[in-house]
Every structure is written in structure tokens, then in C-alpha cells.
């Protein structure tokens, strides 16, 4: 799975030798949006599928979908659509 933000494409390309940890979503989108340093050593981490995640749950109430039996379909070619599909 590939993301089209190229400025995160490109920062964990460019960068991916000095990260310490990746987190999964940061593997699975191969992106980095957050660094965080522990004990001296870098970590990378892709919160897209959060943020995205938090924000669907705040609009859209969990019962939503087994009271209408609606479908999901998300049509924008943007990371945003990865993120969210990633977190449904």
C-alpha cells in the first residue's frame, strides 16, 4: 500500500536509516507524520490512521452502521482514504 502525501514518502525514504522503531501503520503506509525520541533513538510513526479514526467515530455514532445497514465508500486517492479505510 502506497500513500500519495510524497513529503512523508520521501522523509521516511530519506531518512529510514536513522529510526530506531517504525511503528506498524508507519510500515504498513510507508510514511512517517511523528518522530518521537526514547532513550535516545528515533521512532517513527503514521497517525493518519488515528486522527482519521477519532474524527469518523466523532461524526458517525457506532450504531449507525448495524441500524441502517449502510455501506462505505471512500472515493478520494489521498492518504486521508488510506487511513480511514485502514482504520474501519
Not at 517504525?22 to 521512532?43: C, F, H, M, T
Request: glycine fraction near 6%; charge should be positive.
Amino acid at each position: 500500500m502506497r500513500c500519495v502525501t510524497t513529503h512523508k514518502l520521501d522523509l521516511l525514504k530519506a531518512a529510514r536509516d536513522i529510526y530506531r522503531l517504525l511503528d506498524p501503520y508507519a510500515i504498513q503506509l510507508e510514511e512517517v507524520s511523528s518522530i518521537s525520541k526514547r532513550n535516545g533513538q528515533l521512532r517513527g510513526h503514521a497517525k493518519d490512521p488515528i486522527t482519521s479514526g477519532l474524527s469518523f467515530d466523532a461524526i458517525v455514532p457506532g450504531e449507525y452502521w448495524g441500524k441502517t445497514g449502510a455501506e462505505f465508500a471512500c472515493l478520494v486517492p489521498a492518504v486521508s482514504s488510506l487511513a480511514l479505510t485502514i482504520y474501519l
